[in-house]
């Protein structure tokens, strides 16, 4: 009974994580629109968490996770804790200078958003854990703009992640192509 809860749980850990594809990814090399950083506004300034918290927002087509530390500084992260993708902004911000995921207990930088000490620490992220190698979280440039948090992000990442994923997918006259009969 105990063996099938434990895969129960690991094969539903599995199935809310993101594969990591070494071939046909998304990259400079293969990307169909150039990379295009630009600062881009993500929240308001109203909605700017107190020192010591984190909120949400999207800047580009991307989750991103806007912390405060306890000093004020502000810093921008991916919003998806590896490896289960849980979000960032619910983890809470630390005197050290991590934020800390708040179901596995990952602590990440807020400088450099790699993994700072254990690897997925809590009971069951042990379990979970263990499935997957440690990786850290991206992060980016940020700025106040006028009445909003702005992030440097490269706009053209969503456009090209869609346009991968649409390549082969039949359209509305049933070619893959894209071409009519």
């Known amino acids: 009974m105990k063996l099938s809860i434990l895969a129960t749980l690991v094969a539903s850990a599995a199935a809310f994580t993101s594969q990591q594809k070494t071939a046909g990814s998304s990259t400079a090399l293969n990307a169909k629109f150039a990379s295009k950083l630009q600062y881009v506004p993500c929240i308001s300034t109203e909605d700017l968490p107190s020192p010591g918290g984190a909120t949400s927002g999207v800047a580009g087509g991307l989750a991103i996770c806007i912390a405060v ?20 902004s619910f983890g809470k911000v630390n005197d050290d200078g991590t934020i800390e995921d708040p179901v596995l207990g990952t602590k990440f930088s807020l400088k450099s958003g790699d993994v700072v000490g254990a690897w997925c620490p809590s009971g069951i992220g042990k379990i979970i854990g263990g499935a997957f190698s440690p990786i850290g979280v991206p992060t980016y440039p940020v700025k106040k703009g006028k009445g909003t948090i702005d992030v440097q992000v490269d706009v053209n990442a969503k456009a090209n992640f869609e346009a991968n994923y649409w390549s082969g997918i039949l359209d509305a006259q049933g070619k893959s192509n894209g071409k009519y009969y």
């Open 69 to 88: 530390d306890p000093k004020g500084a502000v810093y921008a992260l991916g919003d998806k804790c590896p490896p289960i993708n849980q979000p960032l």
